[in-house]
């Protein structure tokens, strides 16, 4: 079984920083396709970005681009999300995602197999 516990999430001002953490158990992590999704009041859960086993392919939604970085350490069995220039918009519940059934990136919450608790993020402008 894996579990995916998130951390970092908080109150931020506009313009500002967080980085959220996602500590996962399990062996086989290093083999994962990794992610992170959020859900804000009202809303559907929608994609923010994803990282493949290796680290060497991420893909992003195109609200966080150039603003979000995603990254992991196998090693620590982590993967982290970078969030700079928040925005107000950015407001909501993060979740860590992970993929085991193969190594394909994901952007559909449907291809996911495990999830986190989830952290809160809010922004303040």
């Known amino acids: 079984q894996v579990q995916l516990v998130e951390s970092g999430g908080g109150l931020a001002q506009a313009g500002g920083s967080l980085r959220l953490s996602c500590a996962a158990s399990g062996r086989t992590f290093s083999s994962f396709t990794m992610g992170w999704f959020r859900q804000a009041p009202g809303k559907e859960r929608e994609f923010v970005a994803t990282i493949r086993w290796s680290g060497g392919s991420t893909a992003y939604a195109d609200s966080v681009k150039g603003r979000f970085t995603i990254s992991r350490d196998n090693a620590k069995n982590m993967v982290y999300l970078q969030m700079n220039s928040l925005k107000p918009e950015d407001t909501a519940v993060y979740y860590c995602?992970?993929?085991?059934?193969?190594?394909?990136?994901?952007?559909?919450?449907?291809?996911?197999?495990?999830w986190g608790q989830g952290t809160q993020v809010t922004v303040s402008s």
């Open positions: 995602a992970a993929r085991s059934r193969d190594f394909r990136l994901f952007i559909s919450e449907y291809e996911v197999d495990y």
